[in-house]
């Protein structure tokens, strides 16, 4: 069955496409924008149909804000991007994918829109500015009904030092898109130009500034007194209430008539917890496609489920990224790793709850402080109109609420005005209630409980009634104000604080988790296979902070943690004068981004890191940066580049691991192809990339190169670890498509199979077994024996090829070695075998073995050994202790040169 079909049997699994919808089963993102347009993508399409890819994966297409180089600055609905090429250039695009069966999945950003330089290229936003509540785009934005008008934070100075210095100017220009207005006033303020209000562009300059329907005010007022929403803290992406009907349909015309012409399949949404209503977004966006396949940028937080009343067939893949990466992070080495953490930067094992309350106190306290003074000014004024709360002050109210913000664990509870708060929403709230009361005066607890239930939207008063629209808001916003603090305070603060192992630091990770088992990721992943069997994974996306190459290669350093630690305890004394977190962060960062070559572009790493250490908020910061100090942090950088022997030490380490995180990465990599859903690809990372953060991650890929590499595995056999993962992802992507069902759909089930070793992680997919991955992991805990000779894996009866090897093996009990042969992992296709109804029942027993919570392997790491055909590196052998890694030699370079030489501070004195 096709991908195009594959989701109209009817089935009893949910969260599947409508019949006759598109399924994807692979998708490839690409990155549009200045270096890659529609056409440009078109000229793609050869090399992507050879990969194996089924769908082409789209960054946002609608008109965005001049030099957007990532389309999420959205400023006309009505538009396909010019820089991209058009409508016309779309659609050519579009058809030219059909014609070869490819699908088209476009990213939505239904939350905000961008606020542009000249703010006229949003032609919405410019007319609500100029017209005010008689703008027919009032209803879109936060603001156009406030006595101020929506606050335009720009300047570079308070209003009155602006106006005494006559730096805001009345002229009158024509406005582009609007020739027809002819010339109309405006105020500039250097790049800036604001609509003016008819009738007030003949009044003083200060009473004409005063009178608009928006506010100039100094840049840092927007802390304390923005009156719209936002996208997190960034000031030039502006919410839209999406949530109304009518705005709904404006901002999604076009999509859904290119939709409904057949150019458009699917969409991916971009972060809908930023909605009012996410759940009522999805069930309007999925009855106005009539059940089209609909992927959401949902970030759970570690066992949080995807809401089941959202009509959408999964996340993006964050969730299943994240547990793949805990495959391969040894546990043994959480204690030296914590030591090293302790050591360079004081934070301790196990805290890294504290490290978030304290990472989302600051947010709450600064960049997000005027979001928390909102909902706790609308809490307050439902208060003092009703009797019965009104002894509930302004204070006690915004410390609950401040309180109870902090500790909320995820993005948000999911509580609709007018419905039953859901019983898992209820105790979400009341947990972090007494989390929050813990950091209390008791005096305060009784506003607490007032506090709760308004958010719960439970009766509590005696103006429930008459105050529905003020209460059903509070509802609305305080959800709304848990997920920006959680997104700024976890991920882009905490998550850049804590040092410990980086690579577990992900977007929607979980770095609290140190490591799973096979026995773990099997129930995870045989429930979503249940549930949600069209759901997507990723391994790199345009938001993650390090590519799975990176992760992988910082990821197994836990594998090799006396080592690492014995190495970072020499270097330490190098860094004198950089902060600790932004060391230990850079160390791994270092390592994680070598390449055959040697280390990353010091260019690249600088920006990394200059990043990193504003996103950390700990010596500088994107609002309080310390020149002085970042200086200081780039001569750094450059001293450790200008440094043979530092880099000679990062070389050995690079051969020194090359074995384990060959496994990794080729591990890594087949199991988020097979596992679960739609695999998606990010463009390029068929091999290997060592991407950081954006705009890293987001750079123009190497279309020419990638098809050249393709080329040449078409004569021969990969030669590098970067042409293995290619071969690996091109054969994976060629077998689903060729076997769909066992992927996505209602055939499409995940089946643990049986194996004697944990090191190996082993599965079946479909209902009637048809493709069956074997993934080892953890390497160097099982170098110190004889290896994978010993141990076996059960296949489901049939003949099996191994589309890596091109060797085929019977069902049954079967050694690993012979299995995988020269790479760390097998992906095996049936090519002949039982009926369906015998291979099924094979197959459910030996899932009900797992549900009962049997284990389905019988040896936990380090009892065990691995091996397989060696790649071009030799691995070491695990030393006993520390003690040992430091003097055995393991580390050439390191052991005899670097460890031999006087510290850095006794070579050259240090300001």
């Known amino acids: 069955m096709s991908q195009t079909t594959a989701a109209s049997v009817a089935s009893p699994r949910p969260h599947l496409p409508s019949s006759g919808r598109r399924t994807p089963v692979s998708t490839y993102r690409l990155q549009l924008g200045p270096d890659l347009s529609f056409d440009d993508a078109a000229a793609q399409l050869d090399y992507l149909e050879g990969l194996g890819v089924t769908d082409l994966y789209l960054s946002p297409i609608l008109q965005a804000a001049p030099g957007s180089t990532h389309g999420y600055d959205v400023v006309d609905h009505s538009r396909i991007s010019a820089e991209m090429g ?25 939350n905000h829109m961008g606020v542009p330089t000249p703010i006229h290229h949003n032609k919405a936003l410019w007319s609500v500015l100029k017209d005010g509540p008689s703008s027919p785009y009032a209803a879109w934005f936060d603001g156009a009904d406030d006595g101020d008008g929506i606050l335009m934070p720009v300047l570079g100075a308070r209003i009155g030092t602006v106006l005494a210095d006559d730096e805001i100017t009345l002229e009158r220009r024509v406005i582009p898109g609007q020739e027809e207005e002819g010339e109309q006033p405006v105020l ?38 923005l009156n719209f929403r936002r996208f997190f803290d960034v000031d030039t992406l502006v919410a839209v209430r999406v949530e109304d009907a009518a705005v709904f349909d404006a901002t999604h015309a076009l999509l859904l008539d290119l939709f409904h012409a057949g150019h458009i399949d699917a969409f991916r949404i971009d972060h809908p917890d930023g909605l009012a209503d996410p759940r009522g977004y999805m069930r309007r966006l999925s009855r106005a496609t009539g059940g089209a396949w609909i992927a959401a940028e949902k970030i759970l937080e570690g066992d949080e489920q995807m809401p089941d009343d959202w009509p959408v067939a999964g996340t993006t893949g964050y969730d299943t990224s994240w547990r793949i990466a805990a495959l391969q992070c040894d546990p043994n080495g959480y ?41 706790a000014t609308l809490a307050h004024a439902i208060c003092r109109d009703d009797i019965m709360l009104r002894d509930h002050t302004f204070g006690w109210i915004r410390a609950c609420l401040t309180e109870l913000v902090i500790a909320f664990d995820r993005y948000r509870a999911y509580v609709v005005p007018g419905e039953p708060a859901p019983a898992e929403s209820v105790e979400l709230v009341r947990h ?20 709760v239930d308004l958010v719960l939207g439970r009766e509590v008063g005696s103006e429930g009634r008459t105050q529905r629209a003020q209460r059903d808001e509070l509802i609305v916003r305080f959800q709304q104000v848990c997920g920006a603090v959680t997104a700024k305070g976890v991920e882009d603060t905490a998550y850049y604080r804590w040092t410990q192992l980086v690579a577990l630091n992900e977007v929607g990770g979980s770095p609290g988790t140190w490591s799973l088992n096979p026995d773990e990721f099997h129930r995870w992943c045989s429930a979503m296979a249940s549930d949600w069997p069209a759901t997507m994974t990723c391994g790199t996306t345009h938001d993650t902070k390090r590519s799975e190459d990176v992760r992988s290669r910082i990821g197994v350093i836990a594998q090799y943690a006396p080592e690492w630690r014995a190495l970072v305890t020499k270097l330490h004394p190098y860094a004198e004068g950089v902060e600790g977190h932004t060391e230990n962060l850079f160390w791994q960062i270092l390592a994680g981004t070598w390449t055959p070559d040697g280390p990353i572009e010091r260019e690249r790493i600088e920006q990394y890191m200059l990043k990193a250490a504003r996103e950390q908020k700990i010596w500088t910061s994107w609002t309080a940066q310390d020149a002085d100090a970042e200086e200081r942090l780039l001569a750094f950088i450059r001293r450790v580049y200008d440094d043979g022997d530092l880099m000679g030490a990062f070389t050995d380490w690079y051969e020194f691991t090359a074995d384990a995180v060959r496994v990794s990465i080729l591990s890594r990599k087949a199991i988020q192809l097979t596992c679960l859903g739609v695999a998606d690809v990010y463009q390029s990372c068929e091999t290997l990339q060592n991407y950081l953060v954006d705009p890293d991650n987001r750079a123009a890929a190497d279309f020419v190169g990638l098809a050249d590499v393709a080329s040449y595995l078409d004569r021969r056999s990969p030669l590098t670890l970067a042409e293995e993962k290619f071969h690996v992802t091109r054969e994976v992507l060629r077998l689903r498509k060729r076997r769909p069902d066992a992927f996505v759909g209602p055939e499409a089930a995940y089946r643990p199979l049986p194996s004697s070793t944990g090191h190996a992680l082993c599965f079946a ?121 430091e003097s055995t030699g393991l580390l050439t370079w390191l052991t005899k040169r670097f460890f031999d030489r006087p510290a850095a501070n006794e070579e050259e004195p240090r300001g």
Not at 432 to 451: F, P, Q, S, Y
Not at 821 to 837: F, H, I, N, Q, T
Request: aromatic share 6%; proline share 5%; hydrophobic share 40%.
């Open 335 to 375: 204690g030296d790793l914590g030591t090293v953490a302790h050591l360079i930067t004081g934070d301790i094992p196990g805290t890294l709850p504290e490290v978030i309350d304290a990472a989302k106190r600051e947010i709450v306290t600064t960049s997000l402080l005027a979001e928390v003074h909102r909902i």
């Open 188 to 225: 500039v303020y250097y790049d800036h130009v604001f609509p003016v209000r008819a009738g007030t562009e003949h009044l003083p300059m200060h009473l004409c500034v005063k009178e608009q329907y928006y506010r100039l005010a100094y840049w840092k007022v927007a802390a304390e007194e």
């Open 86 to 110: 058009g409508r016309e250039g779309f659609e050519r695009l579009a058809t030219a994918a059909h014609a070869r069966d490819m699908g088209i999945i476009v990213d939505v950003v239904p």
């Open 432 to 451: 972090a209630a007494e989390r929050a009361n813990e950091k209390l005066d008791g005096e305060l607890h009784d506003t607490m409980e007032v506090v």
């Open 765 to 885: 997919r479909g209902d009637n077994p048809q493709v069956v991955t074997v993934a080892s992991r953890l390497h160097r805990d099982l170098t110190r024996a004889e290896g994978f000779t010993a141990h076996s894996v059960l296949l489901p009866e049939g003949r099996w090829l191994n589309v890596l090897t091109n060797t085929e093996h019977d069902g049954g009990n079967v050694l690993i070695a012979e299995v995988l042969g020269r790479y760390p992992v097998a992906v095996l296709e049936k090519v002949d075998g039982p009926d369906s109804s015998e291979a099924r029942a094979q197959a459910e027993s030996l899932s009900d073995t797992l549900e009962d919570g049997r284990p389905i392997f019988r040896a936990e790491p380090g009892a065990g050994s691995l091996s397989w055909s060696k790649g071009p590196s030799d691995s070491g052998t695990r030393p006993a202790d520390e003690t040992e890694a």
